[in-house]
C-alpha cells in the first residue's frame, strides 16, 4: 500500500481536495447532508439548517442509532446538541442563542462540526462505534460498568409510599436482581465456553482460532433475517423514541460530597501529622551523626513513593492500563498467547479492586454505625443488640 | 414518617440502580437465548417465521409459514422416498467395491440434514454446476471432501419437505435420510442432527465472509498507518490554529475545562481521595519500630496532607469552573451519566484479545467483573441514604416508638445493606 505523498502547501492541490473531502465526509457521518447542503450552511441558509442538526444529534450521542427508534422531535434534538455541546466545552456563546425550533443557525453548525473534527478523529470514533461487532466482548475496563440504566422503565410509584419500608423493599429488590444477574452471567460464560471449545480451529484468523457466537450464527442462519444474528451483538438500540442520551458532566451539588470527604480527610492527617511531628521533634536530640544524610534519604524516598501514588489515580485509565472492550479467546492452558491480556491479569486487578471498594464500604458502614451509636447513647434505657455475624 | 421529598429522591436512585440492572439483565438473557439455540441441534430453518427456504426455485409457491405439510406434499414425499431408495440400492450395487471410502464420508454428508444439501462451498467436483447456479443461499461453510453424486435427488427431496414442513423435529426429510443411512451403515437409524458438540470443529466460515473480514483489516490498517504520514503535521498544526481561532472568538472569556472533562477531573479526584485515605490508614496502624522507621512514617503523613490540599485547592477551582459554565447558558444542571469508555491511545482497531484457557477462568473473571460493579453501586447508594437518612435521624425529636422504628431502619440500610436488623430493647424496672 504505497502513501500517497501531498506536495505540501500547492493551493491548487487544496482546491481540488476539498469538494472530494466534502463529498466523502458526507458519505461517511451518519445521516450525512450532502455537499449541497454543507455549501448552504456556508452561506448560512435555514434551508441547511434542520439537516446540520440532525446531523450533530446522530454525532454526539454516545448509542448508534438505528432505524428502529424514532428520533426525537427536533426541538428536543436541538436543545439536547445545545447541551451536549457545551458540555464538550463549545467556546462559542452564539450556538446558545440559536432558537430552539431548529430553523436557523446553519453557519454556526458546520462550525461545531469543523470543531469537533478538529479536536479529536470524530469519522474514525463513528465508525468504531457503528462497526459489527465479530467477536465476544467483555470490557476490560470498569468504564460502562452498570452505568447509564437506558431507558427509565415505567416506575409504579404511588404517592403514598412515603414510608421507610418502601426503601428497604426497593433494596431487597436490588439485591434480587443482582443475584439473578450473577446466575445469568455464569450460566453465559458456560454457554460461552462451550461454544468456544466446539469451533476451535474453524476460524481462517489462526490467532483466534475459533468462533465467537455471532460467527457461528452467522454459519447457522446464514440468511437470518431476525435482529438476534448480527446485529443483535451490537449494543442495544433505544426501544423508547424519545430517550434522550444523557449528557456527561457534573452539577454545582455533586462536587460538595467530594469536598465534605477531602476536607474531612485533610483533619484528620493534620492531627495525626501535629501529633507525630510533636513528638518527634522532642526527641530528636538523641539521634546520631548519620542522622542528616539518612534524613535527606529517607525524604527522598518518600517523595517518591507518593509521586507513584499520585500516578495510580492521575493515570488511572491512561496509557498502562488497558481499556474497552476485549474480544474473548479461549486458548489453551500451557500455549503462551501472542498478543493478547491474559484473563489472570485482569483478573488479578479485579481482585484488588474488589478488596478495596469493600475496605471502602465497610468503612461507610462503620461510620453510620458509629453516628447511631451515639445517637442510642443518648436514650438512657434501651439496650441496642446488633445483629449477630460477619 | 419520612419527609416525602427524601424519600422520593432516594427512591429515585435506587429505581436508577435498579434499572441498570433490568438492562443488563435483559441483554444477557438476549445473549443465553442466541447461545442455547446454538448449542442445540441445528434443525433447519426452525422459525417459520424466517423466509421461505430458497431451494432451487422448485417450491417458490410453498408457504414458509406453513407448518403442516398437506396431504398431497406427503404423498409425493412419500414416492420421492421410495425412488430414491431405489436409486441408492441400485447405486450401491454398484459402486460397492470400489468406495468402500466414501461409505463413511456420505454419512457426515447426509447426518447434516438440510444444512449440508444446501451447502455448496467447498464441495467438491460431483456437485454440477447446475446445482451452483441454483443454489440461492450463501456457502453454508460445511467441509466435506467429497460428496457423492446421489446428493442431487435428495436435495430436491429435501427441498421440497423443507417446503412443505420444516417444522420443529425435522419429522419429515427424516424418511429420506433414514432410508439413505440404511445404506452406508445398517446399524444406525437415528438421524442426527448437526450439534455443535459433535461437529463443530467441521465449520468452516464462508469465503466471501473471509474475504470482507480480510478486506476490512486492510483498510482499517491503512487508515491507522496514514496517520503517520507526512501531512498529518501540517493537518495538526491547522487544527491547532483553527481550535484557538474558535476559542478567541467565542464571546467571552469562557474557561478553559469543558464540563466533561470536570466530570473525568472529578472522578479522579475521588479515586484519589479514596487511595489517599486507605495509605493514611496503612500508616496510622503501622508500627514503628526505630527512628528512621518514625521519620519515614511522619514525613508520608505530612506529604498526604500536602497532596489533600493541593486537591482542594484543585477542586475549589472546578467548582468555579462549573459555575461559570452553567452561567450563560440556557440549562441548569445537566443530567449526570458517565461518559463512555475513552477507549485508549487507539479505540478504533479491532479489540484486544482477552485470553482465556478454561471455564472456571472465564467464570471468576466475569463474576469479579460483575461484583466490583456491584460493590461500585452500593458504595453510591450507601453515601445517598447516609446524606439523607442520617441528618432525619438525628433531627427529630420524638423519641417513642416510631422513631425507635425509623432507626432500626436506617441502621439496616446504612450498616448491613439492608439484610440483618438489629433488636432494641427497653430495660425493664426491675419489679419488686
Known amino acids: 500500500m504505497g502513501r500517497r505523498r501531498r506536495r505540501r502547501g500547492d493551493p491548487a492541490d487544496a482546491?481540488?481536495?476539498?469538494?472530494?473531502?466534502?463529498?466523502?465526509?458526507?458519505?461517511?457521518?451518519?445521516?450525512?447532508?450532502?455537499?449541497?447542503?454543507?455549501?448552504?450552511?456556508?452561506?448560512?441558509?435555514?434551508?441547511?439548517?434542520?439537516?446540520?442538526w440532525r446531523l450533530l444529534f446522530r454525532v454526539l450521542s454516545p448509542q448508534p442509532a438505528d432505524s428502529a427508534s424514532a428520533a426525537p422531535a427536533?426541538?428536543?434534538?436541538?436543545?439536547?446538541?445545545?447541551?451536549?455541546?457545551?458540555?464538550?466545552?463549545?467556546?462559542?456563546?452564539?450556538?446558545?442563542?440559536?432558537?430552539?425550533?431548529?430553523?436557523?443557525?446553519?453557519?454556526?453548525?458546520?462550525?461545531?462540526?469543523a470543531w469537533l473534527l478538529a479536536r479529536g478523529p470524530?469519522?474514525?470514533?463513528?465508525?468504531?462505534?457503528?462497526?459489527?461487532?465479530?467477536?465476544?466482548?467483555?470490557?476490560?475496563?470498569?468504564?460502562?460498568?452498570?452505568?447509564?440504566?437506558?431507558?427509565?422503565?415505567?416506575?409504579?410509584?404511588?404517592?403514598?409510599?412515603?414510608?421507610?419500608?418502601?426503601?428497604?423493599?426497593?433494596?431487597?429488590?436490588?439485591?434480587?436482581?443482582?443475584r439473578n444477574l450473577m446466575a445469568s452471567q455464569q450460566e453465559q460464560c458456560v454457554l460461552l465456553s462451550k461454544i468456544h471449545s466446539y469451533t476451535r480451529g474453524c476460524h481462517s484468523d489462526r490467532s483466534l482460532g475459533h468462533l465467537s457466537v455471532t460467527e457461528t450464527e452467522l454459519l447457522r442462519d446464514p440468511e437470518g433475517g431476525r435482529q438476534d444474528t448480527v446485529l443483535g451483538a451490537c449494543p442495544p438500540e433505544a426501544s423508547q423514541p424519545t430517550f434522550l442520551p444523557k449528557i456527561p458532566g457534573p452539577g454545582a451539588g455533586d462536587l460538595e460530597p467530594l469536598a465534605r470527604e477531602l476536607l474531612a480527610l485533610q483533619e484528620e492527617l493534620r492531627e495525626a501529622t501535629e501529633a507525630r511531628r510533636a513528638a518527634w521533634e522532642a526527641g530528636v536530640g538523641g539521634r546520631g551523626p548519620e542522622w542528616s544524610a539518612s534524613r535527606r534519604a529517607l525524604q527522598e524516598a518518600v517523595g517518591q513513593e507518593l509521586a507513584a501514588l499520585q500516578r495510580a489515580w492521575e493515570q488511572g485509565g491512561g496509557l498502562g492500563q488497558p481499556h474497552g472492550p476485549g474480544r474473548l479467546v479461549r486458548t489453551e492452558p500451557g500455549v503462551p498467547g501472542g498478543l493478547g491480556l491474559r484473563a489472570t491479569e485482569v483478573i488479578g486487578a479485579l481482585r484488588s479492586q474488589e478488596a478495596h471498594l469493600e475496605v471502602v464500604l465497610r468503612r461507610l458502614q462503620g461510620r453510620c454505625r458509629q453516628e447511631l451509636a451515639k445517637l442510642a447513647g443518648a436514650l438512657p434505657g434501651l439496650i441496642w443488640v446488633p445483629p449477630p455475624g460477619p | 414518617?419520612?419527609?416525602?421529598?427524601?424519600?422520593?429522591?432516594?427512591?429515585?436512585?435506587?429505581?436508577?440502580?435498579?434499572?441498570?440492572?433490568?438492562?443488563?439483565?435483559?441483554?444477557?438473557?438476549?445473549?443465553?437465548?442466541?447461545?442455547?439455540?446454538?448449542?442445540?441441534?441445528?434443525?433447519?430453518?426452525?422459525?417459520?417465521?424466517?423466509e421461505p427456504t430458497p431451494g432451487p426455485g422448485a417450491n417458490e409457491e410453498a408457504p414458509s409459514a406453513a407448518c403442516t405439510p398437506s396431504p398431497q406434499d406427503l404423498k409425493e414425499l412419500e414416492l420421492l422416498t421410495q425412488a430414491l431408495e431405489k436409486a441408492v440400492r441400485v447405486?450401491?450395487?454398484?459402486?460397492?467395491?470400489?468406495?468402500?471410502?466414501?461409505a463413511p464420508?456420505?454419512?457426515?454428508?447426509?447426518?447434516?440434514?438440510?444444512?449440508?444439501?444446501?451447502?455448496?462451498?467447498?464441495?467438491?467436483?460431483?456437485?454440477?454446476?447446475?446445482?451452483?447456479?441454483?443454489?440461492?443461499?450463501?456457502?453454508?461453510?460445511?467441509?466435506?471432501?467429497?460428496?457423492?453424486?446421489?446428493?442431487?435427488?435428495?436435495?430436491?427431496?429435501?427441498?421440497?419437505?423443507?417446503?412443505?414442513?420444516?417444522?420443529?423435529?425435522?419429522?419429515?426429510p427424516e424418511p429420506g435420510l433414514r432410508d439413505q443411512q440404511i445404506v452406508p451403515s445398517a446399524a444406525s437409524r437415528a438421524p442426527e442432527a448437526f450439534t455443535l458438540k459433535d461437529k463443530g470443529i467441521l465449520l468452516q466460515l464462508p469465503?466471501?465472509?473471509?474475504?470482507?473480514?480480510?478486506?476490512?483489516?486492510?483498510?482499517?490498517?491503512q487508515l491507522s498507518s496514514t496517520q503517520t504520514s507526512d501531512s498529518v503535521d501540517a493537518a495538526t498544526t491547522a487544527k491547532t490554529q483553527f481550535l484557538q481561532k474558535m476559542q478567541t472568538t467565542s464571546g467571552w472569556p469562557g474557561s478553559r475545562l469543558s464540563v466533561a472533562e470536570v466530570e473525568v477531573e472529578v472522578g479522579r479526584l475521588q479515586k484519589a481521595c479514596s487511595l489517599l485515605r486507605l495509605r493514611m490508614g496503612e500508616e496510622l496502624t503501622a508500627d514503628p519500630k526505630d527512628w528512621m522507621q518514625e521519620y519515614r512514617c511522619l514525613l508520608t503523613l505530612e506529604g498526604l496532607q500536602a497532596i489533600v490540599g493541593q486537591y482542594l485547592h484543585r477542586l475549589q477551582d472546578l467548582r468555579t469552573v462549573v459555575e461559570q459554565q452553567l452561567g450563560p447558558w440556557p440549562e441548569g444542571r445537566l443530567p449526570r451519566a458517565s461518559s463512555p469508555c475513552a477507549g485508549g491511545a487507539d479505540p478504533i482497531w479491532s479489540p484486544q484479545l482477552l485470553l482465556y484457557s478454561s471455564t472456571q477462568e472465564l467464570k471468576t473473571l466475569a463474576a469479579l467483573r460483575l461484583r466490583v460493579a456491584m460493590l461500585h453501586q452500593q458504595i453510591h447508594l450507601e453515601k445517598v441514604l447516609m446524606g439523607e437518612l442520617l441528618p432525619l435521624v438525628s433531627k427529630q425529636e420524638p423519641l417513642g416508638p416510631p422513631w425507635l422504628a425509623l432507626c432500626r431502619a436506617v441502621y439496616s440500610l446504612l450498616c448491613e445493606g439492608g439484610q440483618r436488623f438489629l433488636t432494641i430493647l427497653r430495660e425493664e424496672e426491675p419489679a419488686n
Open chain 1, 122 to 178: 470524530l469519522p474514525e470514533r463513528l465508525l468504531a462505534q457503528n462497526r459489527v461487532r465479530l467477536g465476544d466482548e467483555m470490557p476490560v475496563c470498569q468504564c460502562e460498568a452498570l452505568a447509564s440504566p437506558g431507558p427509565p422503565a415505567a416506575r409504579v410509584e404511588a404517592d403514598s409510599c412515603v414510608d421507610i419500608r418502601h426503601l428497604q423493599w426497593l433494596m431487597g429488590k436490588l439485591r434480587f436482581r443482582w
Open chain 1, 74 to 113: 427536533p426541538e428536543a434534538q436541538a436543545r439536547w446538541v445545545k447541551s451536549a455541546l457545551r458540555s464538550q466545552g463549545y467556546p462559542r456563546r452564539a450556538l446558545a442563542q440559536l432558537p430552539d425550533d431548529g430553523s436557523q443557525g446553519a453557519r454556526e453548525l458546520l462550525l461545531a462540526l
Open chain 2, 91 to 102: 447405486r450401491k450395487g454398484i459402486s460397492k467395491a470400489g468406495e468402500g471410502d466414501k
Open chain 2, 207 to 221: 469465503e466471501v465472509f473471509r474475504k470482507a473480514a480480510s478486506r476490512n483489516s486492510c483498510l482499517w490498517a
Open chain 1, 15 to 52: 482546491a481540488r481536495a476539498l469538494p472530494e473531502a466534502i463529498a466523502a465526509l458526507s458519505q461517511t457521518l451518519p445521516a450525512g447532508p450532502g455537499p449541497e447542503t454543507f455549501r448552504r450552511a456556508k452561506f448560512d441558509r435555514p434551508e441547511a439548517a434542520p439537516a446540520l
Open chain 2, 1 to 50: 414518617m419520612l419527609p416525602a421529598g427524601s424519600v422520593r429522591r432516594l427512591a429515585a436512585e435506587l429505581w436508577d440502580a435498579l434499572d441498570s440492572c433490568a438492562e443488563q439483565q435483559r441483554q444477557l438473557e438476549r445473549s443465553l437465548r442466541v447461545s442455547r439455540r446454538l448449542l442445540r441441534a441445528w434443525e433447519p430453518a426452525e422459525t417459520p417465521a424466517s
Open chain 2, 105 to 172: 464420508i456420505l454419512k457426515p454428508g447426509s447426518i447434516a440434514t438440510s444444512p449440508a444439501t444446501r451447502a455448496s462451498a467447498r464441495l467438491s467436483t460431483s456437485r454440477g454446476a447446475g446445482s451452483h447456479a441454483a443454489e440461492t443461499k450463501p456457502p453454508r461453510g460445511m467441509r466435506y471432501t467429497r460428496v457423492p453424486a446421489k446428493d442431487l435427488p435428495q436435495r430436491r427431496l429435501l427441498s421440497v419437505g423443507d417446503g412443505a414442513c420444516m417444522g420443529k423435529g425435522a419429522t419429515k
